[in-house]
């Protein structure tokens, strides 16, 4: 198993869910986030006064899955997140040892 840890733009979150679900995949865990990379923020004028936004909003999601469909889930969330600009995102994987379903005490691919 492997979990798939993506950083994207707020406003692509839509479009990487519904790319994941035409993939067959059914559960992901979104979590709201902040941070810079390379573009290291930005400056915004507000009320006369410059000021720099050293974080930027950002979204994270979470998905845990058997090791076949991980290429197609990253090619989901490539394609579906990329706008072409600085700050499109991230994306991370990791092994997963082993995953419980708290409900029955499935364990492994059963529960996910």
């Known amino acids: ?6 950083i994207i733009k707020p ?17 992901i865990t979104v979590t ?4 810079f990379g390379r573009q290291k923020g930005h400056t ?10 050293d974080f930027l909003p950002k979204v994270k999601i979470e998905v845990v899955l058997d090791d076949p469909q991980v ?5 989901a969330i490539q394609q579906a997140a ?4 600085i700050g499109d995102g991230k994306i991370f994987i990791t092994a997963v040892e ?7 005490g499935e364990r492994g691919g059963d529960a996910i």
């Open 71 to 75: 290429e197609r889930a990253v090619e």
């Open 11 to 27: 406003f692509k979150l839509d479009e990487v869910k519904e790319a994941l679900h035409e993939i067959g995949l059914q559960g």
């Open 98 to 104: 082993e995953a419980i379903r708290i409900r029955t």
């Open 32 to 35: 709201e986030a902040k941070g």
């Open 82 to 85: 990329q706008t072409g600009r």
């Open 44 to 53: 915004e004028l507000y009320r006369g006064a410059e000021y720099v936004v």
């Open 1 to 6: 198993m492997k979990k798939i840890e993506a």
